[in-house]
């Protein structure tokens, strides 16, 4: 009997450390909405993989598609679940005002002085800058030996340089190109844009091409209309040049002059939880380091200083933010197109028919 139980009790003893035995704690895991392809490759090896090898903190990958509703006006009411989200600055600043993402302060979060690191206009109440990526005019390098186009006025002059021209199917970009190409300084198109006449201003700039103009609106289109001699110049992304470019048929030249561009941020969508997680990976993220590595594999300019001299020198003088391509540049004013974009689109696209 004393055996029996010996055994009773020690059967009850395992049982009960079975039920008091702590569950193992699920790793954590935070979410971040952002962009596929090449980007989204970029970001996995740059980024992600060595966040979690550092934190020990999983990522959950969206891929948001430029699609940001679900944040800004969710059709249940209730905001997606992503901790952190990749972001232009116009949807950043709609949100920001509406208290769909949290303030971001780049001192607090990653060090006094920091922000003067930062490219001016990659700094948002609710975002810190990552990737400055730009659109250039991009050329035939096949056709122009001779001379080569080196102004935006010469993209608008079909005398000297004869061929179709490419453009974005959209106002957004064409109208800044067309002021800048006339000798508009960067700093007043907008003021220009604003005022009576300045959209006509415009308008007429780019009737010189019309004739010539075939439009595009993915970005891979450019690459493939100047492949395939449907074109001798278009506006492009510049990137998408100066990765290495598989299946090129024809050599392309770029022309900087005046470049346009834009940044994508990282913010923190309110109310989403897991806040000190999102906080820790926005600060990796935007290490100068992380921002060199991201900036190495996509041909994108880092928003940091810190983070361009960390890129390589053979890389560096080449990207979108190296003084020579850069000094003439104009940022896309996002808060210009969310104003008037629908009604100067109308207008373009009537403009584009006619």
Same mark, same amino acid.
């Given at each position: 009997?004393?055996?029996?139980?010996?055994?009773?009790?020690?059967?009850?003893?395992?049982?009960?450390?079975?039920?008091?035995?702590?569950?193992?704690?699920?790793?954590?895991?935070?979410?971040?909405?952002?962009?596929?392809?090449?980007?989204?490759?970029?970001?996995?090896?740059?980024?992600?993989?060595?966040?979690?090898?550092?934190?020990?903190?999983?990522?959950?990958?969206?891929?948001?598609?430029?699609?940001?509703?679900?944040?800004?006006?969710?059709?249940?009411?209730?905001?997606?679940?992503?901790?952190?989200?990749?972001?232009?600055?116009?949807?950043?600043?709609?949100?920001?005002?509406?208290?769909?993402?949290?303030?971001?302060?780049?001192?607090?979060?990653?060090?006094?002085?920091?922000?003067?690191?930062?490219?001016?206009?990659?700094?948002?109440?609710?975002?810190?800058?990552?990737?400055?990526?730009?659109?250039?005019?991009?050329?035939?390098?096949?056709?122009?030996?001779?001379?080569?186009?080196?102004?935006?006025?010469?993209?608008?002059?079909?005398?000297?340089?004869?061929?179709?021209?490419?453009?974005?199917?959209?106002?957004?970009?064409?109208?800044?190109?067309?002021?800048?190409?006339?000798?508009?300084?960067?700093?007043?198109?907008?003021?220009?844009?604003?005022?009576?006449?300045?959209?006509?201003?415009?308008?007429?700039?780019?009737?010189?091409?019309?004739?010539?103009?075939?439009?595009?609106?993915?970005?891979?289109?450019?690459?493939?209309?100047?492949?395939?001699?449907?074109?001798?110049?278009?506006? !492009?992304? %510049?990137? #998408? $040049?100066?990765?290495?470019?598989?299946? @090129?048929? /024809?050599? =392309?030249? +770029?022309?900087?002059?005046?470049?346009?561009?834009?940044?994508?941020?990282?913010?923190?969508?309110?109310?989403?939880?897991?806040? !000190?997680? %999102?906080? #820790? $990976?926005?600060?990796?993220?935007?290490? @100068?380091? /992380?921002? =060199?590595? +991201?900036?190495?594999?996509?041909?994108?300019?880092?928003?940091?200083?810190?983070?361009?001299?960390?890129?390589?020198?053979?890389?560096?003088?080449?990207?979108?933010?190296?003084?020579?391509?850069?000094?003439?540049?104009?940022?896309?004013?996002?808060?210009?197109?969310?104003?008037?974009?629908?009604?100067?689109?109308?207008?373009?696209?009537?403009?584009?028919?006619?």
């Amino acid at each position: 009997m004393t055996g029996y139980f010996k055994y009773i009790c020690a059967c009850c003893s395992l049982v009960l450390a079975l039920h008091l035995k702590p569950a193992r704690a699920q790793a954590p895991e935070i979410t971040v909405a952002t962009w596929g392809g090449v980007y989204g490759e970029a970001l996995q090896a740059a980024v992600f993989k060595p966040f979690t090898r550092a934190t020990g903190i999983g990522i959950r990958i969206h891929h948001h598609g430029s699609n940001f509703q679900p944040l800004l006006k969710p059709a249940n009411g209730h905001p997606a679940d992503w901790q952190v989200v990749d972001i232009e600055r116009g949807p950043l600043t709609r949100g920001c005002a509406e208290g769909v993402f949290e303030k971001l302060d780049a001192e607090e979060l990653l060090g006094r002085g920091t922000s003067r690191d930062f490219v001016p206009g990659t700094l948002h109440p609710c975002g810190i800058g990552s990737m400055i990526w730009s659109q250039v005019i991009a050329y035939d390098a096949t056709i122009f030996k001779k001379r080569l186009p080196r102004t935006l006025a010469d993209f608008f002059d079909l005398n000297t340089f004869p061929g179709k021209r490419g453009l974005f199917a959209g106002a957004e970009g064409n109208l800044e190109i067309a002021l800048m190409s006339d000798g508009v300084p960067p700093e007043d198109v907008y003021d220009i844009l604003r005022k009576p006449g300045g959209v006509d201003q415009a308008l007429a700039i780019l009737d010189k091409i019309r004739p010539a103009a075939v439009f595009w609106q993915g970005g891979e289109e450019p690459e493939q209309f100047l492949n395939d001699g449907r074109v001798v110049m278009t506006t !492009a992304y %510049a990137a #998408r $040049f100066l990765r290495p470019r598989q299946g @090129a048929r /024809r050599p =392309a030249g +770029l022309l900087w002059s005046h470049q346009l561009w834009r940044t994508t941020y990282w913010a923190i969508p309110a109310g989403q939880g897991r806040s !000190a997680d %999102a906080l #820790r $990976f926005v600060s990796f993220a935007t290490d @100068a380091a /992380r921002l =060199a590595e +991201l900036s190495t594999r996509l041909w994108f300019g880092p928003a940091r200083q810190s983070g361009f001299e960390a890129v390589p020198p053979n890389i560096r003088e080449h990207l979108p933010t190296a003084r020579a391509q850069f000094h003439d540049s104009l940022q896309i004013d996002s808060g210009f197109w969310d104003e008037f974009g629908p009604q100067i689109d109308a207008r373009f696209q009537s403009w584009r028919g006619g």
